[in-house]
C-alpha cells in the first residue's frame, strides 16, 4: 500500500521569510511524488513533480522540493514566502507506474502574515 | 477551452435519493478521475478512467458507479445517498499518467440530509 503523510496541519510564517512544508511517503517501490495548491472555492493545481532523475525539483510560483530516500520524505520550500501563497498543500504518491491510483495527503493550510 | 467541467455547483439530496454529478473536459484527455475531499483527509480517490469504456475503483468506491462512454464525459452516479457522502466532489482529467497535467473541475459541493 501507499500513503503520504504531512505531519502539519498548518504552517504560519511572515512575508519574506522561508516556508517549507513537509511530506512523507510510503511505497513498496520507487515513488513518483507531487505537490498541489489548492486555493478557497477552486480545484487543485499541480505545482511540481519528482519521478527520477535530480533529487531538488523546481515547480511553478518559484516553488522546489527535495526528494529525500533515506529519509522517505519530499518537502515542499520557498526561499521568501508571499501573502498570495496562503493556500492549501496538497502532497500525492504514486507507487507504481502501472497503477494510476494517486495517494494524497491530508493537506497542510499555509498561511503567510503581511 | 472551456477545460473540466462540474455540474451542479452546488446540491442537497434526502437519504435514499439518487444522483449523477456530471463532469466534462473539452481537452482530449483519455485519463479522467472523481475524487472526494473531506476536511483533514484530503483527497480520496473515488473511481478513475484510462479511456472511453475503461473504468475502475479508487480508493472509496463504494455507493458510486461511473461510465465512460464517450472521452469527453465521465459522470458519477449515487446510487442511493447517505449521510457519509456528504463531501465535495472533485472531476479531474489528465493528459498522461503522471499527472503533471491534471486538470480539476470547480468541484460539486454535496449535502446529504
Known amino acids: 500500500a501507499q500513503s503520504v503523510a504531512q505531519p502539519e496541519d498548518q504552517v504560519n510564517v511572515a512575508e519574506g521569510n522561508p516556508l517549507t512544508v513537509k511530506c512523507t511517503y510510503s511505497v513498496s517501490g520507487n515513488p513518483y511524488l507531487f505537490w498541489y495548491v489548492q486555493y478557497p472555492n477552486r480545484g487543485l493545481q499541480f505545482l511540481l513533480k519528482y519521478i527520477t532523475g535530480d533529487n531538488l525539483v523546481k515547480g511553478s510560483y518559484g516553488f522546489e522540493a527535495e526528494f529525500n530516500k533515506s529519509q522517505t520524505s519530499f518537502h515542499l520550500k520557498k526561499p521568501s514566502a508571499l501573502v498570495s501563497d496562503s493556500a492549501l498543500y496538497f502532497c500525492?504518491?504514486?507507487?507504481?507506474?502501472?497503477?494510476?491510483?494517486?495517494?494524497f495527503g491530508a493537506g497542510t493550510t499555509v498561511t503567510v502574515r503581511a | 477551452n472551456a477545460g473540466v467541467t462540474q455540474t451542479p455547483k452546488f446540491q442537497v439530496l434526502k437519504t435514499g435519493q439518487s444522483m449523477t454529478l456530471q463532469c466534462a473536459q473539452d481537452?482530449?484527455?483519455?485519463?479522467m478521475s472523481w475524487y472526494r475531499q473531506d476536511p483533514g483527509m484530503g483527497l480520496r480517490l473515488i473511481h478513475y478512467s484510462v479511456g472511453a469504456g475503461i473504468t475502475d475503483q479508487g480508493e472509496v468506491p463504494n455507493g458510486y458507479n461511473v461510465s465512460r462512454s464517450t472521452t469527453e464525459d465521465f459522470p458519477l452516479r449515487l446510487l442511493s445517498a447517505a449521510p457519509s457522502q456528504t463531501s465535495v466532489y472533485f472531476c479531474a482529467s489528465n493528459l498522461d499518467r503522471f499527472g503533471e497535467t491534471q486538470y480539476f473541475g470547480p468541484g460539486t459541493r454535496l449535502l446529504v440530509l
Open positions: 500525492a504518491v504514486l507507487g507504481d507506474l502501472n497503477d494510476y491510483k494517486l495517494s
Open positions: 481537452m482530449n484527455h483519455e485519463y
